[in-house]
């Protein structure tokens, strides 16, 4: 069975740091392009930031950029996603999501089940 688990998420104050982790079970991550997404509540799932399967192409919502940064460890079949001077705007579910396919986007077929994360003092 193929399926990615999320990982990390928590409490944290406005100006902290958290790594989420997205690891994959059943399956290797090296061909596939993994995205991180997010829902607050009340709102829609947007894209985060996405990385494709040799980590050459990244990019970020316009929302987080500067703050944080995607990167892959293929050989601990992980992808983590580094979120630094969080924001209370950033509260979420995070869920990350993989394809064999580039750019990132709701069409793809692996999603984790998600890990909250919450910014406030």
């Known amino acids: 069975q193929l399926q990615l688990v999320e990982s990390g998420g928590g409490l944290v104050q406005p100006g902290g740091s958290l790594r989420l982790s997205c690891a994959a079970s059943?399956?290797?991550?090296?061909?596939?392009?993994i995205g991180w997404f997010r829902q607050a509540p009340g709102n829609g799932r947007e894209g985060v930031s996405c990385i494709s399967a040799s980590g050459a192409s990244i990019n970020y919502a316009d929302s987080v950029k500067g703050r944080f940064t995607i990167s892959r460890d293929n050989d601990k079949n992980v992808v983590y996603l580094e979120m630094n001077n969080l924001r209370p705007e950033d509260t979420a579910i995070y869920y990350c999501?993989?394809?064999?396919?580039?750019?990132?986007?709701?069409?793809?077929?692996?999603w984790g089940q998600g890990s909250q994360v919450n910014v406030s003092s």
């Open positions: 059943g399956f290797t991550l090296e061909h596939y392009t």
């Open positions: 999501a993989g394809d064999r396919i580039f750019p990132c986007g709701e069409w793809f077929a692996l």
